[in-house]
């Protein structure tokens, strides 16, 4: 059974960096079927793409994000993390990892991580 | 870029059928799959249909998916209302250059 896990600060600060890891278990991130990807949510929102990675590490970021955001993997920890630069309030969220097959299918999903932005 | 339009709400009674569109705004909806997912309070969303009109194993066959592309929209019916299908439901599509969540509707279960 695949499982994957965001793990990083639950606070960040207006203008700082948000960055965030995701460990995968029961799963090779390295494998050819699979995009690794970071979706968010605003409380009381809807759920907003923020971009992924294939493992040869070619990426997806939503285009108005795209000037802030980055996704990279680490093979050997099994994790793909994400960074997001000069967060303001607007980017307090619940962050989820997930797996998207080659169909567009997200299959597993992370518990979410709550994101707050604050000074 | 293209959109995927939700209602923003639906409600109906246990027992009853209720179908949910998503419309896509350009592009055609058969050109690449679409997804819908629940969300209940305080958790990550599941997956109730894929590739259009799939089930994932344990997902009752209440729940069915179709596209329409005489409309360019997909479509979720649940029949057979329960309580427990109360939640927030989203299609999810994409393109080359593209990924789309819908808006999500909230449904209700009176």
């Known amino acids: 059974q695949v499982q994957l896990q965001e793990s990083g600060p639950g606070l960040v600060r207006p203008s700082q960096t948000l960055s965030l890891a995701c460990t995968v278990s029961g799963g090779s991130i390295s494998s050819a079927d699979y995009y690794w990807c970071w979706i968010r949510q605003p409380p009381g929102k809807g759920l907003e793409w923020v971009g992924y990675i294939y493992y040869t590490g070619s990426t997806y970021y939503n285009p108005s994000l795209k000037s802030r955001v980055t996704i990279s993997v680490d093979m050997s920890k099994n994790q793909f993390a994400l960074n997001l630069t000069s967060v303001t309030a607007a980017d307090t969220a619940v962050y989820y990892c997930?797996?998207?097959?080659?169909?567009?299918?997200?299959?597993?999903w992370g518990q979410g991580a709550l994101v707050t932005v604050s000074s | 870029n293209f959109m995927l339009t939700q209602p923003h709400s639906v409600s109906e009674s246990p027992g009853k059928t209720v179908t949910i569109s998503c419309t896509r705004s350009?592009?055609?909806?058969?050109?690449?799959?679409v997804q819908w997912y629940q969300q209940r309070p305080g958790s990550s969303p599941t997956t109730v249909i894929y590739?259009?009109?799939?089930?994932p194993s344990g997902v009752p066959d209440r729940f069915s998916g179709s596209i329409d592309s005489s409309s360019n929209s997909a479509s979720l019916t649940i029949s057979g209302l329960k309580t427990e299908d109360e939640a927030d439901y989203y299609c999810?599509?994409?393109?080359?250059?593209?990924?789309?969540f819908g808006g999500g509707t909230k449904l209700t279960v009176l």
């Open positions: 997930a797996r998207e097959d080659s169909s567009g299918w997200i299959d597993y």
């Open positions: 590739e259009d009109n799939q089930r």
């Open positions: 350009s592009g055609s909806i058969a050109s690449n799959y």
């Open positions: 999810q599509s994409y393109d080359t250059n593209n990924e789309v």
